[in-house]
DNA sequence: TGTATGATCGCCT
DNA sequence: GGCGATCATACAG
């Protein structure tokens, strides 16, 4: 049977950019409707992008209590963005979820998004929240007891091989930014490797 | 009470 | 590549 490994509050007990590289490959579902996690950006307190970081308010206040707890705000009044709160309780860090590989209840999705273009579903943290219909209603639910369940790779699962880079629209350089590689499902591509990296020849596409 | 702003998206050129 | 939509939140007065 391929009953799926519940990750544990434990695992959400880090540091953000640990917890954010080590939920890609991991599945999200709301409902059982969702996918595997090809992209993720990790934020803390010390961290002038972070919404934690001028302290506790009533908006981010899950951000700052026990780990594995989901966060949702409200962005540009039409967006959802959901988070994951991570580290100790009171440290103000978390997980965005940026993007899924859709596998579960894509009819549902298709619908919510108005498009069947798998890639359009949930590439980008508002499309995902969009598709598997989370909204300020689902702010403070803790994670896998709740409609929001979050799992670890089956261990027959390829480890994916995952590549850090900076964060989207935000001035910070620091790579918290953490991708699937060479998944079709991430938001935008990876910023090109150095030159060094490169596979000789290789080119992108 | 008033005002500026944003961890985005989709449509336009 | 550029821009407008649209509002909860934060902060100044």
């Known amino acids: 049977m391929l009953q799926p490994d519940p990750l544990q509050p434990s695992f959400f007990s880090r540091p953000a950019a640990d917890v954010a590289r080590d939920l890609i490959g991991c599945t999200f579902l709301a409902d059982g409707v969702g996918g595997r996690i090809v992209e993720t950006e990790a934020y803390d307190q010390h961290?002038?992008?972070?919404?934690?970081?001028?302290?506790?308010?009533r908006r981010n206040a899950v951000m700052f209590g026990p780990p594995a707890h989901l966060y949702v705000y409200l962005i540009y009044g039409m967006h959802h963005c959901a988070n994951i709160a991570c580290?100790?309780?009171?440290?103000?860090?978390?997980?965005?979820?940026?993007?899924?590989?859709?596998?579960?209840?894509?009819e549902s999705m298709a619908a919510?998004?108005?498009?069947?273009?798998?890639?359009?579903?949930?590439?980008?943290?508002a499309r995902l929240t969009h598709a598997l219909d989370i909204t300020l209603a689902d702010n403070g639910l803790a994670v896998n007891?709740?409609?929001?369940?979050?799992?670890?790779?089956?261990a027959s699962a390829t480890p994916p091989s995952v590549v850090a880079a900076p964060r989207i629209n935000v001035r910070d350089p620091r790579p918290w930014r953490f991708l699937a590689a060479g998944s079709r499902f991430v938001s935008r591509s990876a910023p090109r490797q150095s030159d060094g990296d490169r596979m000789p020849g290789a080119r992108r596409g």
Request: hydrophobic content about 35%.
């Open 112 to 125: 919510r998004r108005g498009t069947a273009e798998p890639r359009l579903l949930c590439s980008g943290p």
């Open 47 to 57: 961290d002038p992008s972070s919404h934690t970081y001028r302290g506790r308010t």
């Open 87 to 106: 580290g100790e309780e009171g440290f103000g860090a978390g997980v965005l979820l940026r993007a899924l590989e859709p596998l579960a209840g894509l």
């Open 145 to 154: 007891a709740s409609r929001i369940g979050l799992f670890a790779a089956p």
